[in-house]
């Protein structure tokens, strides 16, 4: 669907009242105020505030990721708890993760690992809520509604496109947190203008397409330059009148919304056969490679937060096959990444974040689920919120590193214990947001977006 509303009208069903307000599709960008989004990027430049270019590409495992079987193996714990697999050492001396990761063994030198992360929880909701936004506010299974901006949005509105004609916050191929879109990656309060655009489909399909790229059918560039003209006319006499320049300033800003939908700098970013077969190959030819591929062209091009949605990680039984499945993906996937930026000198401006709602508990289960052992399949790990792991790198994050550590079980932080906020106070020293910003609610009362502003240091 695209929208084009002219002058002051009545509210729309979504409760939208917007000039010249650009709408794309029925999902995050399809409520995406384009031109408010420039507007905040150029008020920053005029108040003097330095903006940094950097972006980011979030990946996320949803469903919870095990911290012992991924990055923080436990070697020496009784069978029960270090699990399947062994760590194996990497390029960095001292830093060893887990077997079936030897991809990004050789190249550990460019990110590092948390292992002393937690939140204390083992609710999906409300793990997913404190790591997406670091707020409780009482999310949990039995109350699920997002009651924060997400990490996202709060991106998208203070920094917006890096390049303009690129949407500033996009889900790949949506962004989803425990089956609710955009769930705890919305905007909630802030308003669905800054709710991330979703480009549906598989990247990996010989067919895909971003949906809301296109026009209406039957609109064309052609008539919808007409309608822009209409509203020129009507906005004539009210220009006259205009003393402070303001409508000139708007005709900017609606302008470069414009320039989303009839240009072809969005276009051929999110046109992922143009890549280079090779590399296509390197990320892995399957949904998540390929998605974390087409991440990689959208801060490219200009786009400032690209998640990217790795679902399925909810092994309370079969943790054997399902570790066996998914982690040569995710270090494909995670490895290319890494490589192709730093081989296209975007290393240094694109921060990697790679984690999920919580971890898996550090004691396996007997694969019963609650009945007679193995009656579910193979031993699984249930949820754990107690000690988690977060890896981060690029975007001027020292790489090689190790933050903090768990006890010899891995069930809780050993030394240098790490809360989400600390996570997120990094990501926005990273991308030049001020931690210590305030939001206003709908009740008009301002809200920290951080309880405590601390970055983790040893990583900056």
């Known amino acids: 669907m695209f929208r084009v509303d002219a002058g002051l009208s009545p509210r729309y069903c979504d409760g939208l009242n917007r000039r010249s307000f650009v709408q794309l599709g029925a999902a995050g960008l399809a409520s995406m105020g384009l031109s408010g989004m420039f507007r905040q990027k150029a008020q920053a430049a005029e108040a003097g505030r330095g903006v940094k270019n950097t972006s980011a590409i979030l990946l996320w495992l949803d469903g919870g990721p095990s911290h012992m079987d991924l ?37 550990a030198d460019k990110f590092s690992i948390v292992r002393s992360l937690h939140h204390d929880t083992g609710d999906h909701f409300a793990g997913g809520h404190r790591m997406l936004t670091t707020k409780d ?52 309060f802030m308003g669905v203008e800054y709710d991330p655009f979703e480009t549906h489909g598989d990247p990996n399909a010989s067919n895909f397409q ?8 039957g609109l064309t560039v052609n008539r919808l330059e007409d309608r822009r003209s209409l509203l020129q006319h009507f906005d004539r006499i009210r220009r006259d009148a205009d003393k402070d320049g303001v409508f000139q300033a708007m ?11 009839t240009g072809s700098q969005a276009r051929r970013a999110f046109d992922i056969n143009l890549e280079d077969p090779r590399t296509r190959d390197s990320y892995g030819r399957n949904s998540w490679g390929q998605s974390t591929l087409l991440a990689r062209r959208l801060v490219e091009a200009g786009s400032t937060f690209v998640t990217v949605h790795f679902g399925g990680w909810d092994h309370h039984w079969d943790l054997k096959p399902g570790m066996e499945r998914y982690l040569p993906m995710v270090d494909s996937a995670v490895s290319a990444l890494f490589s192709d930026l730093d081989q296209r000198g975007l290393l240094d401006s694109t921060l ?7 971890s898996r508990t550090p004691r396996m289960n007997d694969g019963g689920n609650g009945g007679p052992p193995l009656s579910m399949g193979q031993p699984g790990r249930d949820h ?8 981060l790198g690029g975007g001027g994050v020292k790489g090689g590193q190790i933050v903090g550590s768990t006890d010899a079980k891995g069930e809780r932080p050993h030394n240098r214990p ?20 305030q939001i206003i609610d709908h009740n008009g009362r301002p809200n920290k977006i951080l309880e405590d502003q601390d970055a983790i240091t040893e990583l900056l």
């Open 418 to 437: 790490v809360r989400p906020t600390h996570i997120h106070s990094t990501i926005y020293h990273c991308l030049g947001i001020d931690p210590t910003l």
């Open 352 to 358: 990697v974040i790679l984690c999920g709602e919580f």
């Open 71 to 107: 990055y923080d193996l436990k070697p020496k714990a009784p069978q029960e708890y270090r699990g399947f697999w062994n760590p194996i050492a990497t390029n960095v001396p001292g830093f060893d993760i887990g077997e079936l990761l030897p991809k990004q063994a050789m190249l």
């Open 137 to 188: 506010m009482n999310v949990s299974g039995a109350l699920t509604a997002g009651r924060f901006p997400s990490l996202g949005s709060v991106i998208a509105r203070e920094r917006g496109a890096r390049v303009p004609g690129m949407p500033a916050y996009v889900g790949i191929p949506y962004a989803m947190s425990i089956g609710l879109r955009p769930g705890y990656f919305g905007a909630n």
């Open 384 to 391: 754990w919120g107690n000690a988690m792991f977060c890896l």
């Open 210 to 217: 971003v949906q809301n790229l296109n026009l209406a059918q």
């Open 251 to 261: 005709d900017r800003f609606d302008q470069e919304a414009f320039n989303f939908v």
